[in-house]
């Protein structure tokens, strides 16, 4: 019987042991499969905690590419309160990638907390942050003659980490290749999966999806202030073209499980799909008028 974790942890021992490193100061937290083709394995080194990340369903090219990713995201993003992985090791043959590990939450799950709360405002020094973050990536690359940038494409609450106690975040999950496009791809596809989180927390009544769109609005004014752009309507369109794109995408997805032999995946999908359709057809339309009249009481006070 195969056992991908045991293996997995081999190949990490292996690994140390190749680089010359003391293997004596290595341990092995814990291990579990992140997805049907990746494990994730929680180490530690010398205080140093660590994340192992084993992807057997790509091939070799794709797996140092993904790594020289982090690479140049670690030497170019630099901010005090705005983190991204660290490096540590690869092992291109294995497909492992070692990074740093990164403390906190998740924000999706803080947003989750806080609703439960009802205190949503409490969200928004961390929302202002996640916005200050992408548009700091974008920069990076920035074409200013036409708006296209490298792209993160998956920029969204549960890839970033919140430290409470220092208020820092950590971007994670990186751009994996370099793809350019629309900076407004990773806004609109940030805001909609802002409004999953909202969805997968049951929060469906008019007042809280008055605090989505607080948010949204509150986001989209701080990417667009940061980078120097005025809310227009032609710039609410485009985002507005991609959150309904990412929800496209994500229907298209969950579809795909109608011939999984998962149950928990088919009965995952068969919730969710009618809920992301009556969020992208009934809830979006709805969300931009209530953003363009929030932002025009901005402009008015």
């Known amino acids: ?3 991908p974790e045991i293996n997995a942890e081999k190949n990490i021992y292996s690994l140390f042991q190749n680089k010359d490193y003391d293997t004596s100061s290595l341990r092995v937290n814990g291990s579990f499969r992140h997805s049907r083709n990746t494990i994730i394995v929680k180490l530690s080194y010398r205080g140093k905690s660590l994340i192992a990340k084993i992807n057997h369903a790509k091939k070799v090219d794709e797996i140092e590419e993904e790594f020289q990713q982090i690479n140049w995201l670690a030497d170019h993003f630099k901010h005090d309160m705005i983190k991204v992985p660290q490096p540590f090791l ?25 609703l439960n709360r009802n205190v949503p405002k409490s969200l928004i020094k961390y929302l202002e942050l996640c916005a200050e973050g992408l548009e700091k990536f974008h920069s990076l690359t ?22 409470k106690d220092s208020l820092i975040i950590t971007l994670i999950d990186p751009p994996e290749r370099n793809i350019r496009g629309d900076r407004f791809h ?7 999966e802002l409004g ?3 969805l997968k927390s049951g929060k ?8 989505l769109d607080l948010m949204k609005k509150e986001f989209i004014d701080k990417y667009c202030s940061l980078s120097q752009l005025n809310v227009t309507d032609t ?48 809830l979006i339309p709805k969300s931009y008028k209530r953003i363009e009249k929030l ?7």
Not at 90 to 114: D, H, M
Not at 186 to 192: I, K
């Open 1 to 3: 019987m195969n056992h």
């Open 90 to 114: 690869l092992e291109s043959s294995s497909k492992l990638i070692i990074t740093e590990e990164a403390s906190g939450i998740s924000f999706s799950e803080l947003i989750r907390i806080e």
């Open 186 to 192: 990773d806004v609109g596809t940030f805001l909609f």
């Open 295 to 301: 932002i025009s009481q901005s402009a008015d006070s």
């Open 204 to 211: 469906l009544l008019p007042i809280q999806t008055v605090d």
């Open 235 to 282: 710039v609410l369109n485009e985002i507005r073209f991609y959150e309904k794109k990412r929800a496209e995408e994500v229907l298209g997805f969950y579809k795909s499980f109608s011939s999984d032999k998962s149950h928990y995946e088919y009965l995952r999908g068969s919730i969710l799909k009618p809920l992301i359709h009556y969020y992208s057809a009934i």
């Open 142 to 163: 920035l074409d200013a003659s036409d708006g296209s940038c490298k792209l993160y494409l998956d920029y969204s609450p549960a890839n970033i980490l919140v430290d």
């Open 196 to 198: 999953r989180t909202f």
